[in-house]
Protein backbone atom coordinates (compact mmCIF):
# COMPACT_ATOMS: atom_id res chain seq x y z
CA UNK A 1 0.00 0.00 0.00
CA UNK A 2 1.43 3.42 -0.88
CA UNK A 3 -1.28 5.68 -0.42
CA UNK A 4 -4.44 6.35 2.00
CA UNK A 5 -7.01 9.30 1.11
CA UNK A 6 -10.59 10.09 2.54
CA UNK A 7 -12.94 9.77 -0.17
CA UNK A 8 -15.89 11.14 2.35
CA UNK A 9 -15.85 12.54 5.32
CA UNK A 10 -12.88 15.00 5.35
CA UNK A 11 -14.76 17.71 5.87
CA UNK A 12 -15.40 16.85 9.58
CA UNK A 13 -12.24 14.19 10.32
CA UNK A 14 -8.39 14.39 9.12
CA UNK A 15 -6.47 10.92 7.86
CA UNK A 16 -3.25 10.98 10.28
CA UNK A 17 -1.09 7.88 8.58
CA UNK A 18 2.41 7.43 10.48
CA UNK A 19 5.17 5.05 9.38
CA UNK A 20 7.63 4.06 12.23
CA UNK A 21 10.05 0.78 11.06
CA UNK A 22 7.98 -0.31 8.33
CA UNK A 23 4.90 -0.64 10.36
CA UNK A 24 2.25 1.61 9.18
CA UNK A 25 -0.71 2.99 11.94
CA UNK A 26 -3.70 4.73 10.42
CA UNK A 27 -5.52 6.78 12.42
CA UNK A 28 -9.10 8.99 11.82
CA UNK A 29 -8.71 12.42 13.93
CA UNK A 30 -11.34 15.40 14.72
CA UNK A 31 -10.62 18.44 13.11
CA UNK A 32 -13.90 20.60 15.12
CA UNK A 33 -16.04 19.77 17.86
CA UNK A 34 -19.23 17.47 18.36
CA UNK A 35 -22.43 18.81 18.87
CA UNK A 36 -24.82 15.23 19.28
CA UNK A 37 -28.21 17.33 19.58
CA UNK A 38 -27.10 18.52 16.15
CA UNK A 39 -25.69 15.57 13.93
CA UNK A 40 -25.77 12.37 15.63
CA UNK A 41 -23.62 10.06 13.44
CA UNK A 42 -21.09 10.69 10.38
CA UNK A 43 -19.83 8.11 7.94
CA UNK A 44 -16.35 8.35 6.43
CA UNK A 45 -14.98 6.03 3.36
CA UNK A 46 -11.19 5.46 3.15
CA UNK A 47 -9.22 4.25 0.15
CA UNK A 48 -6.08 2.70 0.29
CA UNK A 49 -3.85 2.68 -3.02
CA UNK A 50 -0.93 0.29 -3.64
CA UNK A 51 2.17 0.97 -5.74
CA UNK A 52 1.10 -0.52 -9.51
CA UNK A 53 0.48 1.61 -12.82
CA UNK A 54 -2.45 1.98 -12.56
CA UNK A 55 -2.89 1.29 -9.52
CA UNK A 56 -6.19 -0.71 -7.31
CA UNK A 57 -7.91 0.83 -4.63
CA UNK A 58 -9.89 -0.59 -1.72
CA UNK A 59 -12.24 1.47 0.11
CA UNK A 60 -13.66 1.12 4.15
CA UNK A 61 -16.64 2.89 5.24
CA UNK A 62 -16.51 3.92 8.59
CA UNK A 63 -19.79 5.07 10.27
CA UNK A 64 -19.61 7.00 13.72
CA UNK A 65 -21.94 7.63 16.47
CA UNK A 66 -21.59 10.59 18.64
CA UNK A 67 -21.97 9.71 22.33
CA UNK A 68 -24.08 12.27 23.95
CA UNK A 69 -22.88 13.76 27.24
CA UNK A 70 -24.86 16.20 29.51
CA UNK A 71 -23.59 18.92 28.46
CA UNK A 72 -27.19 21.17 27.92
CA UNK A 73 -29.59 22.35 31.22
CA UNK A 74 -32.82 22.34 31.08
CA UNK A 75 -34.98 25.51 29.62
CA UNK A 76 -38.39 26.32 30.68
CA UNK A 77 -40.71 27.72 27.99
CA UNK A 78 -40.68 30.44 30.05
CA UNK A 79 -39.07 31.84 32.99
CA UNK A 80 -42.10 33.58 35.19
CA UNK A 81 -45.83 31.82 34.50
CA UNK A 82 -48.61 33.87 35.94
CA UNK A 83 -52.13 32.27 36.65
CA UNK A 84 -55.29 33.97 38.46
CA UNK A 85 -57.20 30.95 40.23
CA UNK A 86 -60.61 31.88 41.40
CA UNK A 87 -60.94 31.20 45.33
CA UNK A 88 -63.61 28.67 44.56
CA UNK A 89 -61.68 26.34 42.49
CA UNK A 90 -61.38 22.98 44.02
CA UNK A 91 -59.12 20.84 45.85
CA UNK A 92 -56.84 18.98 43.60
CA UNK A 93 -57.87 21.13 40.40
CA UNK A 94 -54.72 21.40 38.40
CA UNK A 95 -54.14 25.46 37.96
CA UNK A 96 -51.09 25.66 35.70
CA UNK A 97 -48.57 23.30 33.80
CA UNK A 98 -44.73 24.28 33.42
CA UNK A 99 -42.50 22.95 30.88
CA UNK A 100 -39.09 22.36 29.91
CA UNK A 101 -37.39 20.85 27.34
CA UNK A 102 -33.04 19.51 27.15
CA UNK A 103 -32.18 18.49 23.90
CA UNK A 104 -29.79 15.99 25.20
CA UNK A 105 -30.25 12.05 25.13
CA UNK A 106 -31.73 9.75 27.13
CA UNK A 107 -31.42 10.25 30.87
CA UNK A 108 -29.59 13.60 30.19
CA UNK A 109 -32.35 14.59 28.42
CA UNK A 110 -35.49 13.33 30.74
CA UNK A 111 -36.77 16.19 33.22
CA UNK A 112 -38.25 15.80 36.59
CA UNK A 113 -40.18 18.71 38.43
CA UNK A 114 -40.39 19.49 41.67
CA UNK A 115 -40.85 22.38 43.93
CA UNK A 116 -37.45 24.35 45.31
CA UNK A 117 -37.04 23.41 49.05
CA UNK A 118 -38.14 26.60 50.88
CA UNK A 119 -41.40 26.80 48.14
CA UNK A 120 -41.98 23.06 49.43
CA UNK A 121 -41.32 24.01 53.31
CA UNK A 122 -43.43 26.91 53.03
CA UNK A 123 -46.35 26.12 50.62
CA UNK A 124 -46.41 22.79 50.36
CA UNK A 125 -49.41 22.33 52.22
CA UNK A 126 -51.27 23.87 49.84
CA UNK A 127 -49.55 23.54 45.98
CA UNK A 128 -48.72 20.17 44.63
CA UNK A 129 -46.36 19.42 41.65
CA UNK A 130 -46.66 16.48 39.41
CA UNK A 131 -42.88 15.44 38.95
CA UNK A 132 -43.33 13.98 35.62
CA UNK A 133 -45.92 16.66 33.91
CA UNK A 134 -44.93 19.66 35.86
CA UNK A 135 -48.84 20.25 36.45
CA UNK A 136 -49.38 22.20 39.80
CA UNK A 137 -52.30 21.53 41.80
CA UNK A 138 -54.13 22.56 44.62
CA UNK A 139 -54.26 20.66 47.64
CA UNK A 140 -56.92 22.46 49.35
CA UNK A 141 -59.04 25.46 48.26
CA UNK A 142 -57.71 28.76 48.52
CA UNK A 143 -58.88 31.89 50.33
CA UNK A 144 -58.13 35.16 49.42
CA UNK A 145 -58.55 36.32 53.10
CA UNK A 146 -55.68 34.24 53.47
CA UNK A 147 -53.23 35.49 50.86
CA UNK A 148 -53.85 37.56 47.50
CA UNK A 149 -51.19 36.42 45.99
CA UNK A 150 -48.20 33.54 46.10
CA UNK A 151 -44.98 32.66 44.66
CA UNK A 152 -43.97 29.44 44.09
CA UNK A 153 -40.44 29.07 42.91
CA UNK A 154 -40.08 25.14 40.57
CA UNK A 155 -36.99 22.97 39.72
CA UNK A 156 -36.72 21.21 36.18
CA UNK A 157 -33.71 18.48 36.97
CA UNK A 158 -32.60 16.16 34.25
CA UNK A 159 -31.84 12.27 35.12
CA UNK A 160 -27.91 12.39 34.52
CA UNK A 161 -26.10 11.29 37.41
CA UNK A 162 -24.38 14.83 37.32
CA UNK A 163 -27.25 16.45 36.75
CA UNK A 164 -28.64 20.07 35.71
CA UNK A 165 -31.14 22.02 37.30
CA UNK A 166 -33.21 25.08 36.07
CA UNK A 167 -35.37 27.52 37.74
CA UNK A 168 -38.69 28.90 36.71
CA UNK A 169 -41.47 31.51 38.92
CA UNK A 170 -44.96 30.74 39.12
CA UNK A 171 -46.97 33.59 40.68
CA UNK A 172 -50.44 32.43 41.79
CA UNK A 173 -53.53 35.43 42.37
CA UNK A 174 -55.82 34.75 44.11
CA UNK A 175 -59.52 36.16 42.60
CA UNK A 176 -61.74 37.06 45.13
CA UNK A 177 -65.02 35.84 44.71
CA UNK A 178 -67.37 37.64 46.80
CA UNK A 179 -67.90 34.35 49.26
CA UNK A 180 -68.30 36.18 52.70
CA UNK A 181 -71.77 37.68 54.04
CA UNK A 182 -71.44 40.93 56.06
CA UNK A 183 -71.15 40.24 59.35
CA UNK A 184 -72.80 42.29 62.28
CA UNK A 185 -71.68 42.47 65.75
CA UNK A 186 -74.10 44.17 68.36
CA UNK A 187 -71.88 46.18 70.99
CA UNK A 188 -74.63 46.26 73.54
CA UNK A 189 -73.74 48.12 77.65
CA UNK A 190 -74.46 45.37 79.27
CA UNK A 191 -73.02 41.97 79.90
CA UNK A 192 -76.53 39.80 78.89
CA UNK A 193 -76.19 41.59 75.56
CA UNK A 194 -79.37 42.79 75.49
CA UNK A 195 -80.09 46.31 74.93
CA UNK A 196 -81.82 48.33 77.49
CA UNK A 197 -83.65 52.19 77.53
CA UNK A 198 -85.42 54.36 79.73
CA UNK A 199 -88.75 55.70 78.53
CA UNK A 200 -87.41 58.87 79.98
CA UNK A 201 -84.63 58.65 77.32
CA UNK A 202 -84.71 61.79 74.57
CA UNK A 203 -84.72 62.00 71.36
CA UNK A 204 -80.60 61.30 69.66
CA UNK A 205 -80.34 59.33 72.89
CA UNK A 206 -77.58 56.71 72.37
CA UNK A 207 -79.39 53.24 72.52
CA UNK A 208 -76.62 50.59 71.03
CA UNK A 209 -73.14 50.99 68.70
CA UNK A 210 -73.33 48.02 65.52
CA UNK A 211 -70.07 47.02 63.48
CA UNK A 212 -70.56 45.56 60.25
CA UNK A 213 -67.31 43.73 59.05
CA UNK A 214 -67.25 41.71 55.31
CA UNK A 215 -63.92 39.90 54.60
CA UNK A 216 -64.06 40.09 50.69
CA UNK A 217 -62.05 42.56 49.03
CA UNK A 218 -63.37 45.21 46.17
CA UNK A 219 -66.79 45.86 45.73
CA UNK A 220 -67.52 42.34 47.50
CA UNK A 221 -66.46 44.00 50.86
CA UNK A 222 -68.21 47.20 50.76
CA UNK A 223 -71.57 47.40 51.87
CA UNK A 224 -74.53 49.40 53.37
CA UNK A 225 -76.97 49.76 56.43
CA UNK A 226 -80.29 50.22 56.52
CA UNK A 227 -83.31 49.58 59.00
CA UNK A 228 -86.18 47.15 58.74
CA UNK A 229 -89.30 47.28 60.69
CA UNK A 230 -89.02 50.17 62.88
CA UNK A 231 -90.74 53.71 61.88
Do not use: W
Not at 209 to 226: K, P, R
Amino acid sequence: VKQYTLVAGSEHFDLKVTNISGTVDLHLVLKQKFDREERDSYTVVVAAYDGGIPPNMATMTVKINIHDVNDNHPVFMNETYIVVVPESTEQNAVIVQVRAVDPDFGPNGQIMYSFSSKTAFTLGNLFGINNLTGQIFLKRRLNYQDGASYTLSVTARDMSPESLTSLAKVIVQVQDMNDHAPKITINALTNSGHVQISEGDQQGSFVVHLSVEDLDGGLGGQFSCNLHGSN
